[in-house]
């Protein structure tokens, strides 16, 4: 859960602004038919991006295209997301306008599928919608809710997470069976009534449930704690949670 740095960020945004990078988070279409179109949201967080994208790029059931952070928000609108069908955000940001929030629950009213990973559970600190969207709040520094003290969240890296399958009858996690990831893991933050666990854990340095899912508006929303680095995309474990995630909120499961 580390920001990233401020000079990196605008270093790289000036190679895009060149030309002189060219990783997919340049909203590159992908082609195909009758697939699930995936809008990955990026940015406000370093991650590991050629086996980030690799993951998605192995998933048979979709074509994406990635936009980064400050360009996302114009791909909300309504005359950019009939281009999409599911949202997946990856990104770790905060400003958000007026139109921006409206856009994001038009979308959701809208049926628009929503896949929330890893980092992204600390977007928007500032905006309360998100978090009934998302089913839970992150806290990046301590809070005040309602007169309640609310201490930072915390994380840990590198922790072999053994992983239980809550619900093993949902389309989410069918076929899968207990398994062990290495990878990050979050713990203190407030996860909402509502929403229908999927995985749990008994790790100590980790929330019980890591996984969940639900809906908002007309939505169908789902939640993965998992997908640190690379070692974490690589587990095929949590390729098929993604996929059939994606298929899920896409209303294919
Ligand atoms: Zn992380």
Known sequence: MLTMKRALGFALTVFAA???????TSAVAQ?????TRVLIVTGGHDFEKPQFFKTF????D????????????????????????VLLLYDMHQEISDAAKTDFLARLKEGKGL???????????AWGEYHKIIGARYYLAKTNVNGIEKARSAYKH???????????DHPITRGLKDYTIHDETYKWFDIFDGSQPLLR?????SSPVIAWAKTYANARVVYLQSGHD???YENPNFQTLLRQAINWVARKD
């Not at 060149?18 to 997919?24: E, K, V």
């Not at 979709?62 to 069908?85: F, G, M, Q, R, Y």
């Not at 053994?162 to 619900?167: C, D, F, G, L, W």
């Open 201 to 205: 854990t008994e790790e100590p340095e």
């Open 230 to 232: 690379h070692k974490a």
């Open 158 to 168: 590198d922790v072999d997470i053994p992983v239980k399958i809550a619900t093993p």
């Open 115 to 125: 896949v929330v990973m890893h980092h992204a559970i600390a977007n928007y600190q």
């Open 31 to 35: 082609g195909g038919a009758g697939k």
């Open 57 to 60: 790029d192995a998933n048979p």
């Open 62 to 85: 979709i074509t994406w295209k990635a936009v980064e952070h400050p360009n996302a928000h114009a791909l909300l609108t309504p005359a950019a997301a009939k281009e999409w069908d």
């Open 18 to 24: 060149l030309g002189l990078m060219t990783s997919p």
